[in-house]
């Protein structure tokens, strides 16, 4: 019996130390993987979020090149207007004393104007006659009459698309961009690819290469076709957002490159930027090897806490076998502590990224990032949305007159009371320091204003106590109306500012819409 009894209590401890092992065992596994995972998920997110910063800079200087082309074309064909209205007026002088003859032709050729890129036509009775080249690629500038001859003044689309891409690929090549960044634009000759399929027309990084001939069977270092998979993307999309190794400018290190192209259909131009990754890689790398240090750490003391607990816990059931389950149970509550702790510090962590700390509004970049969003949702829609930038009126003198603690309850209050009248749909943010802008979304003219008016009237009524006194303070705000033909973010932000600078120059505590 004495031998039976040493023989299960033999099989007793073993089988409780081994299910205590095995718990201990399973406990630091599910630990460690959530470990890993979390910092996995943390780190990727960072990448993400990093590349479509990125994404949003490259593709706003390329949608800001296109601009300037267009802006360019304009200007050029003003100022061809603006000659041909000067010839005109000679013109004319020669027409209202002039019968059509030889002698009358021979004064309007000798007038000085470039017929290569101008042409006129003039025609009395049956009689017409040609200045200049004709073409079909021709633009009226203007038609008119004198003394029964009637003539049209006509430039050639050509020249005017000749010098504005001259003076469009002059820009690019001075242009630097963050980081020695610059601009790229290659002429696609042959849609369907193959060798010689597009030119070289601008490189500053490499301006030997300009003028070559490009070819979709081009491989690089790590034999992919880049060509290729640009033209692909520019055929399905117009644009394309492309990772590759590449030279960095006045330099012989290749790196990790992010590039932003987009087709210019009326040119055939693929204009292009980008940026490089590395410091991205870097950043990636140390978040890399910090989670490999902690995870090691981690691991590390989950080994020493498992053997101090086993070592622990074969006492206990040696001892207190009736309260093993007890320990077990604080022992996975406090591994459950500890990972709510790490959830609440990323949770911190990413509030604290996209939020004011002061106000508890979102910060500046994160207005910015919902800016963009709502100016690319509503470029399609016959509605608009308003911007409001508003300013509290002598916010200095706040500070200046109670400390910087008041100011701060006064910054806090003024956030409050915009909070408690935007719609549900709105959003609003600490622009800084006493500066705040709100987004109205799908907002007319009149709702803008009525909802601007709303928040000054509160901020007027509303009283601050601090150390026994009561501040009051008011608010001037600018309110700017995005349509389909604004211009982009920076124009509405520089249209709001203009506006709240006329309500500051007009008495404060005032609303001011475009």
């Known amino acids: 019996m004495v031998i039976e009894e040493l023989k299960i209590r033999k099989l007793y401890y073993f089988s409780t130390v081994s299910i205590v092992l095995i718990l201990l065992v399973i406990i630091n596994v599910i630990n460690l993987t959530t470990f890993h995972n979390e910092t996995t998920t943390r780190i990727e997110q960072l990448k ?3 590349i479509d910063m990125k994404k949003l800079y490259i593709s706003g200087i390329i949608e800001n090149t296109i601009l300037h082309i267009e802006i360019e074309k304009k200007i050029i064909l003003e100022e061809l207007a603006s000659s041909a209205e000067k010839f005109n007026d000679k013109l004319k002088l020669i027409l209202s004393n002039e019968t059509y003859n030889d002698e009358f032709v021979s ?13 006129l036509q003039l ?14 690629n021709l633009e009226l500038l203007l038609n008119d009459e004198v003394n029964n001859f009637k003539y049209t003044i006509q430039i050639s689309k050509d020249y005017i698309d000749d010098v504005t891409k001259a003076h469009t690929i002059q820009y690019i090549k001075e242009i630097r961009l963050q980081d020695n960044g610059y601009i790229w634009i290659n002429q696609i000759l042959n849609y369907s690819g193959g060798d010689d399929y597009a030119v070289r027309l601008v490189h500053p990084n490499m301006p030997e290469t300009e003028g070559l001939l490009l070819s979709t069977n081009t491989e690089d270092e790590q034999g992919n076709k880049p060509y290729l998979i640009e033209l692909q993307g520019i055929l399905l999309e117009g644009e394309l957002y492309n990772e590759y190794f590449f030279k960095k ?6 790196a990790h490159k992010l590039s932003y192209a987009k087709l210019y259909e009326p040119y055939d131009w693929v204009i292009a930027t980008g940026v490089y990754l590395d410091d991205i890689d870097i950043l990636i790398q140390n978040e890399i090897l910090g989670f490999k240090i902690e995870f090691k750490k981690v691991f590390i003391s989950s080994l020493v806490v498992s053997f101090i607990s086993l070592i622990f816990s074969s006492a206990v059931i040696f001892l207190f076998e009736r309260q093993i389950h007890q320990m077990i149970s604080t022992y996975t509550l406090a591994i459950k502590e500890q990972n709510l702790q790490l959830e609440n510090e990323k949770n911190t962590m990413e509030a604290l990224a996209l939020y004011d700390e002061l106000t508890g509004l979102l910060n500046r970049r994160s207005m910015e990032t919902r800016i963009d969003a709502m100016i ?3 470029q399609a829609k016959e509605n608009s949305f308003a911007l409001v930038l508003c300013d509290i009126d002598h916010f200095k003198n706040v500070n200046d007159t109670y400390g910087h603690d008041a100011g701060d309850k006064v910054l806090a209050s003024v956030a409050k009371c915009i909070e408690s009248v935007v719609r549900a749909n709105d959003y609003v943010s600490r622009w800084g320091g006493e ?10 003219k009149d709702i803008a204003y009525m909802v601007a008016e709303k928040i000054r009237l509160a901020v007027e009524s509303e009283i601050v106590f601090y150390d026994k006194k009561e501040i009051k303070c008011t608010i001037s705000l600018g309110v700017a109306i ?10 509405l932000l520089k249209e709001a500012d203009k506006l709240m600078y006329i309500a ?11």
């Open 48 to 50: 993400e979020n990093t």
């Open 482 to 491: 995005y349509k389909k033909d604004s211009l982009g973010k920076k124009g």
């Open 107 to 119: 004064k309007i050729k000798n007038l000085q104007v470039d017929y290569s890129y101008l042409f």
């Open 504 to 514: 500051k120059q007009n008495g404060r505590n005032l609303t001011v819409i475009s």
């Open 376 to 378: 690319k949702t509503y």
């Open 123 to 136: 025609s009395k009775d049956d009689s017409v006659f040609n200045f200049g080249d004709e073409s079909e």
């Open 249 to 254: 400018m006045d330099s012989n290190i290749t």
């Open 435 to 444: 500066e705040f802008v709100i987004l109205l979304s799908n907002a007319s």
